[in-house]
């Protein structure tokens, strides 16, 4: 069993920025991939951001420009840099660990975005 501990989520105003954390409880360096998901109310779950254990990394088109997914292996933690919030960025964010026939969900931070 592997923890996952999402934080750093809050609430912000159009066109700032947050850094939400997950980390989890064993080292991440062999993990495949981590991912970062949003849910919104009455909207089914979406992948946003992932990051493989080589570093490469993927984005859904609608944060592409704007998030950054990183890793600190030496932490254990990945992080999703969000620049240039939009209401519609509004969600609970969701951290998935990801490996051969495992995988291990956070319990998610909330990130609001409005003035």
């Known amino acids: 069993q592997v923890q996952v501990v999402e934080s750093g989520g809050g609430l912000v105003q159009p066109g700032g920025s947050l850094r939400p954390s997950c980390a989890a409880s064993?080292?991440?360096?062999?993990?495949?991939?981590i991912g970062w998901y949003r849910q919104a109310p009455g909207k089914e779950r979406e992948s946003v951001a992932t990051?493989?254990?080589?570093?490469?990394?993927n984005y859904a088109d609608s944060v592409k420009d704007r998030f950054t997914i990183s890793r600190d292996n030496d932490k254990n933690t990945v992080y999703l840099q969000m620049n240039s919030l939009k209401p519609d960025d509004t969600a609970v964010y969701y951290c998935?660990?990801?490996?051969?026939?495992?995988?291990?969900w956070g319990q998610g931070t909330q990130v609001t975005v409005s003035s």
């Open positions: 998935k660990i990801n490996g051969p026939g495992y995988s291990y």
């Open positions: 064993r080292s991440i360096f062999r993990i495949n991939v």
């Open positions: 990051i493989t254990s080589g570093e490469f990394t």
